[in-house]
Protein backbone atom coordinates (compact mmCIF):
# COMPACT_ATOMS: atom_id res chain seq x y z
CA UNK A 1 0.00 0.00 0.00
CA UNK A 2 1.51 2.83 -1.36
CA UNK A 3 -0.48 4.89 -4.08
CA UNK A 4 -3.36 5.36 -2.76
CA UNK A 5 -6.82 7.12 -4.18
CA UNK A 6 -8.80 9.84 -1.83
CA UNK A 7 -12.03 10.11 -3.19
CA UNK A 8 -13.37 13.57 -2.12
CA UNK A 9 -10.32 14.59 -0.83
CA UNK A 10 -10.67 18.61 -1.46
CA UNK A 11 -13.77 18.19 0.96
CA UNK A 12 -13.71 18.48 4.86
CA UNK A 13 -12.52 15.05 6.29
CA UNK A 14 -11.26 14.24 2.84
CA UNK A 15 -8.49 16.92 2.57
CA UNK A 16 -7.23 16.53 6.27
CA UNK A 17 -6.92 12.85 5.64
CA UNK A 18 -4.44 14.06 2.50
CA UNK A 19 -2.43 16.48 4.44
CA UNK A 20 -2.33 13.78 7.49
CA UNK A 21 -0.78 11.07 5.35
CA UNK A 22 1.41 13.08 3.45
CA UNK A 23 3.26 14.46 6.96
CA UNK A 24 2.82 10.58 8.48
CA UNK A 25 4.14 8.37 5.13
CA UNK A 26 6.83 9.95 2.90
CA UNK A 27 6.93 7.36 0.57
CA UNK A 28 3.38 7.25 0.06
CA UNK A 29 1.51 9.52 -3.23
CA UNK A 30 -1.64 10.64 -2.92
CA UNK A 31 -3.99 11.10 -5.93
CA UNK A 32 -6.99 13.67 -4.92
CA UNK A 33 -10.22 13.13 -6.89
CA UNK A 34 -13.16 15.56 -6.61
CA UNK A 35 -15.97 16.56 -8.31
CA UNK A 36 -15.50 20.08 -6.70
CA UNK A 37 -19.35 20.46 -5.87
CA UNK A 38 -20.17 23.05 -3.32
CA UNK A 39 -18.71 21.27 -0.49
CA UNK A 40 -15.43 20.50 -3.11
CA UNK A 41 -12.73 23.27 -2.25
CA UNK A 42 -9.10 23.54 -3.51
CA UNK A 43 -8.52 26.08 -0.64
CA UNK A 44 -8.90 22.96 1.23
CA UNK A 45 -5.57 21.78 -0.23
CA UNK A 46 -4.05 25.06 -0.84
CA UNK A 47 -0.97 25.16 1.91
CA UNK A 48 -0.10 20.95 0.45
CA UNK A 49 -0.86 22.07 -3.51
CA UNK A 50 3.26 22.01 -4.39
CA UNK A 51 3.68 18.81 -2.69
CA UNK A 52 4.43 16.79 -5.58
CA UNK A 53 3.57 13.17 -3.73
CA UNK A 54 -0.11 14.72 -4.13
CA UNK A 55 -2.04 15.20 -7.70
CA UNK A 56 -5.30 16.67 -8.13
CA UNK A 57 -8.16 15.22 -10.85
CA UNK A 58 -11.82 16.76 -11.14
CA UNK A 59 -14.12 13.74 -11.55
CA UNK A 60 -16.95 12.36 -10.70
CA UNK A 61 -17.03 8.97 -8.89
CA UNK A 62 -20.19 8.18 -10.93
CA UNK A 63 -17.81 8.18 -14.52
CA UNK A 64 -16.72 4.47 -14.37
CA UNK A 65 -14.30 5.35 -17.47
CA UNK A 66 -12.57 8.37 -15.67
CA UNK A 67 -12.35 6.65 -12.19
CA UNK A 68 -10.55 3.76 -13.95
CA UNK A 69 -7.89 6.01 -15.70
CA UNK A 70 -7.29 7.82 -12.69
CA UNK A 71 -6.50 4.59 -11.31
CA UNK A 72 -4.27 3.59 -14.01
CA UNK A 73 -2.76 6.78 -14.39
CA UNK A 74 -1.14 6.76 -11.06
CA UNK A 75 -0.84 3.20 -10.51
CA UNK A 76 -3.38 2.97 -7.49
CA UNK A 77 -3.19 0.22 -5.07
CA UNK A 78 -5.76 2.06 -2.45
CA UNK A 79 -8.85 3.57 -2.48
CA UNK A 80 -10.20 5.65 0.62
CA UNK A 81 -13.35 6.85 -0.22
CA UNK A 82 -14.09 9.81 1.68
CA UNK A 83 -17.02 11.22 -1.61
CA UNK A 84 -19.93 11.49 -0.02
CA UNK A 85 -23.35 13.66 -0.03
CA UNK A 86 -23.21 14.05 3.78
CA UNK A 87 -25.78 16.63 4.63
CA UNK A 88 -29.00 15.71 6.64
CA UNK A 89 -31.21 18.07 5.99
CA UNK A 90 -29.74 19.04 1.88
CA UNK A 91 -31.44 14.72 1.65
CA UNK A 92 -34.52 15.48 3.33
CA UNK A 93 -34.87 18.72 0.88
CA UNK A 94 -33.44 16.62 -2.96
CA UNK A 95 -32.39 12.68 -2.50
CA UNK A 96 -31.43 12.47 -5.59
CA UNK A 97 -27.80 13.32 -5.41
CA UNK A 98 -27.55 11.34 -2.57
CA UNK A 99 -28.59 8.06 -3.66
CA UNK A 100 -26.43 8.69 -7.25
CA UNK A 101 -23.49 9.86 -5.49
CA UNK A 102 -23.19 7.45 -2.10
CA UNK A 103 -25.01 4.42 -3.47
CA UNK A 104 -24.56 4.10 -7.24
CA UNK A 105 -20.54 6.30 -7.06
CA UNK A 106 -19.66 3.29 -4.41
CA UNK A 107 -20.84 0.92 -6.59
CA UNK A 108 -19.13 2.51 -9.48
CA UNK A 109 -15.36 2.47 -7.23
CA UNK A 110 -15.92 -0.82 -6.04
CA UNK A 111 -16.56 -2.17 -9.77
CA UNK A 112 -13.36 -0.40 -10.61
CA UNK A 113 -11.51 -2.35 -7.15
CA UNK A 114 -12.63 -5.55 -8.34
CA UNK A 115 -11.42 -5.13 -12.02
CA UNK A 116 -8.06 -3.98 -11.13
CA UNK A 117 -7.59 -6.12 -8.12
CA UNK A 118 -6.35 -3.35 -5.64
CA UNK A 119 -5.23 -3.98 -2.46
CA UNK A 120 -7.97 -2.39 -0.29
CA UNK A 121 -11.34 -0.58 -0.40
CA UNK A 122 -12.38 1.43 2.11
CA UNK A 123 -15.13 3.12 3.01
CA UNK A 124 -15.92 6.39 4.87
CA UNK A 125 -19.18 5.97 6.26
CA UNK A 126 -20.96 7.29 9.84
CA UNK A 127 -22.65 6.61 13.11
CA UNK A 128 -26.15 7.66 11.56
CA UNK A 129 -26.55 4.62 9.96
CA UNK A 130 -27.75 2.93 13.40
CA UNK A 131 -30.62 5.64 13.23
CA UNK A 132 -31.63 6.63 17.21
CA UNK A 133 -30.22 4.50 19.64
CA UNK A 134 -30.48 4.19 23.30
CA UNK A 135 -27.00 3.08 24.10
CA UNK A 136 -24.24 2.76 21.62
CA UNK A 137 -24.06 0.74 18.49
CA UNK A 138 -21.84 -2.12 18.06
CA UNK A 139 -20.80 -3.02 14.54
CA UNK A 140 -23.26 -5.96 14.08
CA UNK A 141 -26.18 -3.98 15.03
CA UNK A 142 -28.91 -3.79 12.38
CA UNK A 143 -28.50 -0.53 9.89
CA UNK A 144 -32.10 1.48 10.71
CA UNK A 145 -31.27 4.72 8.88
CA UNK A 146 -33.92 7.05 8.97
CA UNK A 147 -33.14 9.80 6.60
CA UNK A 148 -32.36 9.80 3.44
CA UNK A 149 -28.97 10.78 3.78
CA UNK A 150 -28.57 8.15 6.20
CA UNK A 151 -30.13 5.29 4.23
CA UNK A 152 -27.93 6.30 1.20
CA UNK A 153 -24.86 5.50 3.26
CA UNK A 154 -26.09 2.43 4.79
CA UNK A 155 -26.90 1.43 1.29
CA UNK A 156 -23.35 2.12 0.00
CA UNK A 157 -22.50 -0.11 3.79
CA UNK A 158 -24.22 -3.16 2.38
CA UNK A 159 -22.97 -2.73 -1.35
CA UNK A 160 -19.30 -2.72 0.13
CA UNK A 161 -19.94 -5.76 2.25
CA UNK A 162 -21.68 -7.52 -0.31
CA UNK A 163 -18.87 -6.95 -3.16
CA UNK A 164 -16.41 -8.25 -0.17
CA UNK A 165 -18.47 -11.47 0.01
CA UNK A 166 -19.56 -11.84 -3.42
CA UNK A 167 -16.34 -10.70 -5.71
CA UNK A 168 -13.51 -10.82 -2.50
CA UNK A 169 -12.80 -7.30 -2.97
CA UNK A 170 -10.55 -6.74 0.14
CA UNK A 171 -13.07 -4.06 1.85
CA UNK A 172 -13.08 -2.09 5.57
CA UNK A 173 -15.23 0.70 6.72
CA UNK A 174 -15.09 2.82 9.33
CA UNK A 175 -18.22 4.58 10.81
CA UNK A 176 -17.20 7.96 12.27
CA UNK A 177 -19.27 10.38 14.47
CA UNK A 178 -19.90 14.25 14.32
CA UNK A 179 -16.49 15.08 13.24
CA UNK A 180 -14.86 18.52 13.64
CA UNK A 181 -12.34 20.76 12.94
CA UNK A 182 -10.37 22.98 10.13
CA UNK A 183 -12.15 23.01 6.40
CA UNK A 184 -15.72 21.70 7.46
CA UNK A 185 -18.45 23.67 5.43
CA UNK A 186 -20.36 26.20 7.61
CA UNK A 187 -23.78 24.14 6.79
CA UNK A 188 -22.64 21.68 9.07
CA UNK A 189 -23.50 22.93 12.49
CA UNK A 190 -20.25 23.50 14.76
CA UNK A 191 -18.80 25.76 11.94
CA UNK A 192 -22.75 27.12 10.79
CA UNK A 193 -23.00 28.36 15.13
CA UNK A 194 -19.18 29.60 15.11
CA UNK A 195 -19.45 31.64 11.68
CA UNK A 196 -22.57 33.22 12.59
CA UNK A 197 -21.37 34.02 16.06
CA UNK A 198 -18.46 35.50 14.79
CA UNK A 199 -20.58 37.10 12.47
CA UNK A 200 -23.31 38.52 15.20
CA UNK A 201 -25.99 36.92 13.18
CA UNK A 202 -28.97 34.63 15.07
CA UNK A 203 -27.79 31.04 15.70
CA UNK A 204 -30.64 28.70 14.53
CA UNK A 205 -30.98 25.81 17.37
CA UNK A 206 -33.83 22.97 16.25
CA UNK A 207 -36.40 22.26 18.86
CA UNK A 208 -35.70 21.85 22.67
CA UNK A 209 -31.55 21.31 21.28
CA UNK A 210 -31.93 18.30 23.45
CA UNK A 211 -30.39 16.21 20.55
CA UNK A 212 -26.93 14.04 21.77
CA UNK A 213 -23.75 13.62 19.51
CA UNK A 214 -20.61 12.00 19.88
CA UNK A 215 -17.94 14.35 19.07
CA UNK A 216 -14.33 13.59 17.43
CA UNK A 217 -11.80 15.95 16.32
CA UNK A 218 -10.94 15.15 12.04
CA UNK A 219 -6.98 14.07 13.39
CA UNK A 220 -8.43 11.49 15.54
CA UNK A 221 -10.82 10.36 12.85
CA UNK A 222 -8.01 10.47 10.23
CA UNK A 223 -5.60 8.26 12.69
CA UNK A 224 -8.22 5.51 13.16
CA UNK A 225 -8.51 5.66 8.90
CA UNK A 226 -5.16 4.63 8.91
CA UNK A 227 -4.87 2.53 11.46
CA UNK A 228 -7.63 0.28 9.80
CA UNK A 229 -6.12 0.82 6.67
CA UNK A 230 -2.97 -1.35 8.14
CA UNK A 231 -3.87 -2.99 11.18
CA UNK A 232 -7.65 -4.78 10.25
CA UNK A 233 -8.34 -7.50 7.72
CA UNK A 234 -10.60 -7.24 5.10
CA UNK A 235 -13.64 -7.13 5.69
CA UNK A 236 -14.24 -5.49 8.94
CA UNK A 237 -16.69 -2.23 9.77
CA UNK A 238 -15.05 0.19 12.45
CA UNK A 239 -17.12 2.51 14.86
CA UNK A 240 -14.92 5.47 15.47
CA UNK A 241 -16.25 7.92 17.88
CA UNK A 242 -14.61 10.54 20.06
CA UNK A 243 -16.53 9.05 23.20
CA UNK A 244 -17.50 12.86 23.51
CA UNK A 245 -21.47 12.73 23.65
CA UNK A 246 -23.10 16.28 24.33
CA UNK A 247 -26.54 17.74 23.54
CA UNK A 248 -26.44 20.30 20.92
CA UNK A 249 -27.51 23.20 23.22
CA UNK A 250 -24.39 22.45 25.19
CA UNK A 251 -22.00 22.45 22.58
CA UNK A 252 -23.76 25.98 21.01
CA UNK A 253 -23.28 27.73 24.78
CA UNK A 254 -19.57 26.40 24.95
CA UNK A 255 -19.21 28.00 21.42
CA UNK A 256 -20.92 31.38 22.55
CA UNK A 257 -18.83 31.29 25.70
CA UNK A 258 -15.36 30.90 24.25
CA UNK A 259 -15.71 33.69 21.84
CA UNK A 260 -17.80 35.76 24.27
CA UNK A 261 -20.86 36.50 22.14
CA UNK A 262 -24.02 37.09 24.24
CA UNK A 263 -26.65 34.08 24.48
CA UNK A 264 -29.30 35.79 22.83
CA UNK A 265 -28.10 35.28 19.29
CA UNK A 266 -28.96 31.42 19.79
CA UNK A 267 -32.91 31.32 17.80
CA UNK A 268 -34.89 28.19 18.65
CA UNK A 269 -36.16 26.98 15.26
CA UNK A 270 -38.94 24.50 13.89
CA UNK A 271 -37.02 21.40 14.46
CA UNK A 272 -36.66 19.53 10.89
CA UNK A 273 -38.18 16.35 10.07
CA UNK A 274 -37.33 12.87 11.34
CA UNK A 275 -34.65 14.53 13.84
CA UNK A 276 -32.89 11.77 15.59
CA UNK A 277 -32.17 12.01 19.41
CA UNK A 278 -29.04 10.11 19.45
CA UNK A 279 -26.02 8.94 18.32
CA UNK A 280 -23.99 6.81 20.11
CA UNK A 281 -20.88 4.68 19.08
CA UNK A 282 -19.64 1.52 20.97
CA UNK A 283 -15.67 1.64 20.51
CA UNK A 284 -14.47 -1.75 21.63
CA UNK A 285 -13.40 -2.88 18.60
CA UNK A 286 -11.36 0.23 17.15
CA UNK A 287 -9.74 -0.11 20.68
CA UNK A 288 -8.67 -3.21 20.27
CA UNK A 289 -6.51 -1.98 17.59
CA UNK A 290 -4.93 0.39 19.65
CA UNK A 291 -6.78 3.64 18.82
CA UNK A 292 -8.34 6.22 21.51
CA UNK A 293 -9.07 9.96 20.25
CA UNK A 294 -6.30 11.92 21.00
CA UNK A 295 -8.68 15.19 21.90
CA UNK A 296 -11.13 15.90 24.46
CA UNK A 297 -14.58 17.01 23.72
CA UNK A 298 -13.03 20.66 25.05
CA UNK A 299 -9.82 20.14 22.82
CA UNK A 300 -11.64 19.24 20.17
CA UNK A 301 -14.40 21.93 20.19
CA UNK A 302 -12.18 24.54 20.85
CA UNK A 303 -9.06 23.92 18.51
CA UNK A 304 -12.17 24.01 15.84
CA UNK A 305 -13.47 27.66 17.18
CA UNK A 306 -9.80 29.27 17.13
CA UNK A 307 -9.64 27.78 13.73
CA UNK A 308 -12.44 29.46 12.40
CA UNK A 309 -11.65 32.69 14.09
CA UNK A 310 -8.33 33.01 12.51
CA UNK A 311 -9.54 31.96 8.89
CA UNK A 312 -12.13 34.12 7.89
CA UNK A 313 -10.66 34.18 4.34
CA UNK A 314 -11.65 30.50 3.87
CA UNK A 315 -15.16 30.83 5.12
CA UNK A 316 -16.37 34.50 4.46
CA UNK A 317 -16.11 34.29 0.69
CA UNK A 318 -17.85 30.13 1.33
CA UNK A 319 -21.09 32.55 3.03
CA UNK A 320 -22.49 33.86 -0.40
CA UNK A 321 -23.84 32.53 -3.69
CA UNK A 322 -25.27 29.24 -3.30
CA UNK A 323 -24.98 29.30 0.28
CA UNK A 324 -26.62 32.22 1.14
CA UNK A 325 -29.65 30.90 -1.25
CA UNK A 326 -29.70 27.51 0.61
CA UNK A 327 -29.03 28.91 3.77
CA UNK A 328 -32.49 31.26 3.45
CA UNK A 329 -34.14 27.94 1.82
CA UNK A 330 -33.59 25.95 4.99
CA UNK A 331 -34.15 28.76 8.08
CA UNK A 332 -35.15 31.82 6.37
CA UNK A 333 -38.92 31.08 7.22
CA UNK A 334 -37.76 29.09 10.68
CA UNK A 335 -35.91 31.99 11.92
CA UNK A 336 -38.57 34.79 11.05
CA UNK A 337 -40.67 32.52 13.20
CA UNK A 338 -38.42 32.20 16.17
CA UNK A 339 -37.56 33.12 19.79
CA UNK A 340 -34.49 33.89 21.73
CA UNK A 341 -33.62 31.05 23.74
CA UNK A 342 -31.21 31.54 27.06
CA UNK A 343 -28.81 28.73 27.59
Known sequence: MKNLLVTGGAGFIGSNFTRYMLKKYPQYTLAVYDKLTYAGNLD?????????????????????????????????????????????????????????????????????????GLERFHQISTDEIYGWVTKPAHETDPLIPRSPYAASKASGDLMVNAYYVTHGVPTTITRGSNTIGPYQYPEKAVPLFVTNALENKPLPLYGDGK??????????????????????????????????????????????????????????????????????????????????????????LTETIRWYESNAWWWQKIKSGEYREYYEMQYGERLRMSEAVAV
Request: proline share 2%; glycine share 4%.
Open 44 to 116: NLRDIAADARMTFTQGDICDADAVRATLRKYRVDTIVNFAAESHVDRSILDADAFLRTNVIGTYTLLEAAKEL
Open 211 to 300: QVRDWLYVTDHCEAVDLVLHRSKPGEAYNVGGDNERENVEVVKIILDTLDKPSDLVRRVADRSGHDRRYALALEKIRALGWQPRHSFEQA
